[in-house]
């Protein structure tokens, strides 16, 4: 049996460790990413379409294939253009409504004067945007890293996914219709690596984002600090928090549907009801069998990570949905915006019987690029804030300065920084500068 009921009060030390401490596995390939990395900075392209001969077993000869990614939206099947198009749709109209505003205001009460404070955003002018190859293709994350980038006023987006002898169409249409504008035929820690500090044929970026295996993820780790990343995730995970009243077949189809994804990959349903749990277990059972990738799901609902489980209570379901922090949360109950009140960490929630996970990872309109092991404790999902950087403003009138000088004087010498004092005591050149002042207004002559 590839799944059996557990219950959460009976699991081990090692048990409960295996669902709460998930490793991207990125230390096991540390030392090999950073020569990979390394090779490529000095080496540029040589490196590259080495690495492609030894990783892929794929002679690159153009690394930039912009223009295939045209001719490859005219050919593709008609209905999987509209799909693409669809998805594209939904996810721009949903980052758009994350784009802030610059604002400015007045600030300083009773003191008088003028207090204008305010912030202003910018993009970005260069990033690059990693979509997975490999064991699957995925021009979902195309969308979803492409398209709030450019929402979000990337002038540069380049786009890296792996070559092959035949780069999948369906990738490059959505790269097409998602706005890149550079694709680049190269995967793996390589093309982290070329992103980050550019060669002959790929610009350079200032920032990495998308989803990948543990090479792609240790690369992201290796040149953080020289560009800026996103977040570092592992193998995708959900988690689904039901009572009595869900379908078993549903959870347990969202249970399979997201072990398709890797053999590495943590799927837990938490309830507490008995006999729906051992319902899930039968019902995810009989599934495998009829999917593609049979032996993919077998292995990632075997793994340590995964299981279904039994709760005394949805309370102690809760509490371990928030220590479990899913990157997906589904939550399939009676009153499931109740529980959704009562969590906080996750990167993205369904609710109800009719959403099922793969709708953000396709075309409800959210980014699918989300923290995994745990990390929602600490941050959110990829957004459109990722390409943005603030400028805070301000400006401030002789008497809006006069009615700050006391404090900025006072804190300054406490901190052994005269200047800083100075700094505000020089604007003040009549020595009026409040009781900032060292001397006030002018003394009487005794």
């Known amino acids: 049996m590839v799944l059996e009921v557990r219950a959460v009060s009976d699991l081990s030390p090692d048990e409960r460790a295996a669902f ?135 002038d540069h987006v380049a786009l890296a996914t792996p070559p092959a002898e035949e780069l999948n169409p369906v990738t490059l249409a959505a790269a097409h219709v998602a706005g890149a504008d550079r694709i680049y035929s190269v995967g793996g820690a390589q093309a982290i690596g070329a992103l980050a500090y550019g060669t002959e044929s790929v610009t350079g970026v200032q920032k990495v984002v998308g989803p990948g295996n ?43 549907a997201q072990a398709e994804h890797d053999p590495a990959a943590s799927v837990v349903a938490v309830t507490d009801d008995e006999a729906l749990a051992a319902d899930v277990v039968e019902a995810a059972g009989s599934e495998i069998d009829e999917r593609e990738r049979a032996g993919v799901i077998r292995e990632a609902l075997e793994n340590d990570a995964s299981g279904v489980l039994h709760a005394r209570s949805m309370s102690e379901a809760v509490l371990f949905a928030e220590e479990y922090a899913a990157e997906h ?62 400028t805070t403003v301000q400006r401030l009138d002789r008497d809006g300065l006069d009615g700050l000088a006391d404090t900025i004087t006072t804190l300054a010498e406490a901190e052994g920084l005269e200047a800083h004092a100075e700094s505000v005591r020089a604007r003040f050149d009549d020595g009026d500068a409040g009781a900032g002042s060292d001397s006030g207004p002018e003394a009487e002559p005794e």
């Not at 988690?239 to 078993?248: K, N």
């Open 214 to 256: 543990k090479w792609v993820t240790a690369a992201k780790a290796a040149v953080r600090g020289d560009v800026d990343i996103d977040f570092l995730a592992g193998p995708s995970e959900v988690l689904v928090l039901a009572d009595e009243t869900a379908d078993p077949d549903l959870v347990a189809a969202d249970l399979v």
């Open 329 to 390: 949360l589904s939550i399939q109950a009676d009153d499931d915006e109740a529980l959704l009140d009562r969590i906080t960490n996750a990167g993205s929630v369904f609710l109800g019987p009719h959403t099922p996970v793969a709708a953000g990872d396709y075309a409800s309109g959210t980014n699918h690029v989300l923290p995994t092991s745990g990390g929602a404790k600490r941050y959110g999902g990829l957004s459109v804030d990722a390409f943005l950087r603030s």
């Open 20 to 154: 709460f401490d998930r490793d991207a596995g990125v230390s096991d390939v540390r030392s090999d990413v950073e020569e990979i990395v390394d090779r490529v900075r000095t080496e540029g392209d040589v490196a590259v379409r080495e690495f492609c001969r030894e990783f892929d077993g794929v002679e690159v000869g153009n690394l930039d294939v912009t223009d295939d990614a045209e001719r490859a939206y005219d050919e593709i099947d008609a209905e999987v253009r509209e799909a693409i198009e669809t998805a594209a749709a939904n996810v721009r109209a949903f980052h758009e409504r994350q784009v802030p505003e610059d604002w400015r205001d007045s600030f300083g009460g009773d003191s008088g004067g003028v207090r204008e404070l305010g912030r202003r955003f910018r993009p970005l002018e260069r990033v690059g945007v990693y979509a997975p190859g490999g064991t699957a293709a995925y021009p979902s994350s195309v969308l979803m890293g492409v398209v709030p980038a450019k929402v979000a006023g990337v």
